[in-house]
Nanobody
Framework: QLVESGGGLVQIGGSLRLSCAAS????????IAWFRQAEGKRREGVAYIDENRSTTYRDSVKGRFTISRDPANHTVYLQMNSLKSEDTAVYYC???????????????????WGQGTQVTVSS
């Protein structure tokens, strides 16, 4: 099970930190991604972190977003800075037990999904 939190309303240029708490599976052996889905658009991969803490990001968030994980607390974070209106979306975390770095942004490789948390960036 994955549970996201930390979403909300923020002004353009502001920051938010999302959390994804995991339970009921061996978190330390799973690779975790954040996805987002804006209204009327397809869900897209935002960031990915593997069990060794290697990370990758979609181009539009590089330098602004940081994904990290805390194995002791079974939690993955997404620190989002310099937020833009186009970052507005529902954000989901997802977990996979496989090594899919080359396909990290493909929804089909993920075994578990959270329910999502809304992020709204407004002027």
């Amino acid at each position: 099970q994955l549970v996201e939190s930390g979403g909300g309303l923020v002004q353009i240029g502001g920051s938010l930190r999302l959390s994804c708490a995991a339970s009921d599976f061996p978190f330390k052996n799973y690779n975790i991604a954040w996805f987002r889905q804006a209204e009327g658009k397809r869900r897209e991969g935002v960031a990915y972190i593997d069990e060794n803490r290697s990370t990758t990001y979609r181009d539009s968030v590089k330098g602004r977003f940081t994904i990290s994980r805390d194995p002791a607390n079974h939690t993955v974070y997404l620190q989002m800075n310099s937020l833009k209106s186009e970052d507005t979306a529902v954000y989901y975390c997802a977990a996979t037990g496989g090594d899919y770095l080359s396909f990290w942004d493909r929804e089909i490789v993920y075994d578990y999904w959270g329910q999502g948390t809304q992020v709204t960036v407004s002027s």
